[in-house]
């Protein structure tokens, strides 16, 4: 209708204005949704429901036969309203749950099927261990081609302990910030783009694999999980209709798992494996520096049909453990109908 439309179907989604989504990316394999989009005046409202897989192991060694991957569910919010014409500002919140938790004992929470119903309150009134994240996110049109827009994501904090500064486990918040330069220095179809990911150790995590923020063991949000920081530099240009030119270089600081240690970048581990109560930082664990260089060059020769030539450079370094990994990736491609295939992790 004119303010309502439903969709149903198998597919990603994606939440954002960045590159890169700390709320809802299209980086885990596509799931079965149920979307309901509302947009009155200026305010702008989804709900939506998905399937999605806990796991994929559920065969004990040695047995014969099969069965379903155990599955959860995630149930989401997000409301946009225009303020003047330059702000948009939106609220989120989530929650992944599933009747297969042994708290919930096979009940599916209808609860959280109401469509503007707050999901923290539910999760503390029935004592469920679901996750649950909010947070917001924003856009700025500051200049007639210049924008800014970020985002904020909250797993949980508590205030007291963010003000004593000691770096408490449970502190889990993901902050995203970038601009976007359309047309820059005058040049037609010269794009510039610059964002930066912050995410502390253990966000997105959970004490279960029905509870982590993620679907067949891919992350909902950033492809590194927890527990790093992230710069990107993206140029896009077009110098005639058919041709496009993309440069994107990435620099990520993560901290990795040695044996039998979690140090929060793991979102899929159980936080109550975490190595500290206090202490924590972002990086922490085995330092590991990754370098990122993807140059595309796309030519279009017949409508939706596209040739690609593709030249990639991934550098991961840790120096403690004198790791030093190098790839490079040359790749020509035709497309139909179809878009790239992005290895931008």
Do not use: C
């Amino acid at each position: 209708s004119k303010h309502v439309y439903m969709q149903f179907g198998h597919d990603r989604t994606f939440i954002g204005n960045g590159y890169r989504s700390l709320i809802f990316s299209d980086y885990a394999p596509p799931a079965l949704f149920l979307r309901t989009n509302v947009k009155v005046w200026k305010i702008n409202y989804l709900f939506q429901l998905n399937r999605v897989a806990a796991d994929n192991k559920n065969i004990a060694i040695g047995s014969s036969g099969s069965r379903r991957y155990p599955e959860k569910f995630m149930a989401f919010h997000h409301a946009s309203i225009n303020i003047g014409k330059k702000f948009n500002l939106g609220v989120f919140e989530s929650v992944v749950f599933s009747p297969k938790d042994t708290i919930n004992g096979n009940s599916f929470e209808l609860n959280y099927l109401n469509p503007v119903i707050f999901y923290r309150a539910i999760e503390q009134q029935f004592g469920s261990s679901d996750n649950a994240i909010v947070g917001l996110d924003f856009k700025w049109n500051v200049a007639k081609r210049i924008s800014f827009y970020g985002q904020l994501v909250i797993d949980e904090f508590l205030l007291k302990e963010v003000k004593a500064g000691n770096g408490w486990w449970a502190n889990k918040v993901a902050l995203q910030g970038g601009m976007k330069y359309i047309d820059a220095f005058g040049i037609s179809n010269l794009d510039l783009q610059v964002e930066a990911n912050v995410v502390r150790p253990y966000t997105y995590s959970h004490n279960t694999q029905y509870g982590s923020y993620s679907n067949y063991r891919q992350p909902f949000a950033h492809p590194l999980g927890a527990n790093f920081t992230e710069l990107i530099a993206i140029v896009r240009y077009q110098p005639v209709p058919k041709l496009n030119f993309i440069l994107k270089t990435f620099y990520a600081k993560t901290g990795r798992d040695a044996t039998n240690e979690n140090w929060g970048g793991d979102i899929l581990k159980n936080y109550k494996t975490r190595q500290n109560d206090y202490g924590n930082k972002i990086g922490q664990g085995i330092e590991n520096n990754i370098a990122f260089v993807d140059f595309t060059s796309s030519y279009q020769l017949r409508h939706n049909f596209f040739i690609d030539v593709k030249q990639i450079i991934r550098n991961s370094k840790s120096p403690s453990v004198t790791y030093n990994n190098n790839t490079s990736l040359t790749s020509l491609a035709l497309r139909w109908n179809i878009p790239q295939r992005l290895f931008d992790f």
